[in-house]
Nanobody
Framework: QVQLVESGGGSVQAGGSLTLSCAASGYTGRNYWMGWFRQAPGKEREGVATMSDGGTTYYTDPVKGRFTISRDNAKNTVYLQMNSLKFEDTAMYYC???????????????????WGQGTQVTVSS
């Protein structure tokens, strides 16, 4: 069973930076698709950034150029570096994993089987 634990959330002023971490355990040794999603109050969970099992990265338009997803296989940890944060980035951020995905599923939360508990990011304007 894959388990994911996020950390690194907090409060920051607009324009600032944060790095989220997602520590994974229970892997069988193969790489998974890893994704970062976020959910603001009253809104649906939305994809932010994903990394394929082969290491290709994808970003949604609102964060493109500001966020970077990366993976340290030795530590079984996925990161989300967030720069130039905006008020509208305020949300609960979740790490997710999927053993396999089609390209078109990469930002769809329903296709990820494993989820962390989330970490709150609050950006003040």
């Amino acid at each position: 069973q894959v388990q994911l634990v996020e950390s690194g959330g907090g409060s920051v002023q607009a324009g600032g930076s944060l790095t989220l971490s997602c520590a994974a355990s229970g892997y069988t040794g193969r790489n998974y698709w890893m994704g970062w999603f976020r959910q603001a109050p009253g809104k649906e969970r939305e994809g932010v950034a994903t990394m394929s099992d082969g290491g290709t990265t994808y970003y949604t338009d609102p964060v493109k150029g500001r966020f970077t997803i990366s993976r340290d296989n030795a530590k079984n940890t996925v990161y989300l570096q967030m720069n130039s944060l905006k008020f509208e980035d305020t949300a609960m951020y979740y790490c997710a994993a999927a053993s396999s995905l089609y390209f078109w599923q990469r930002f769809l939360a329903g296709f990820y089987a494993y989820w962390g508990q989330g970490t709150q990011v609050t950006v003040s304007s």
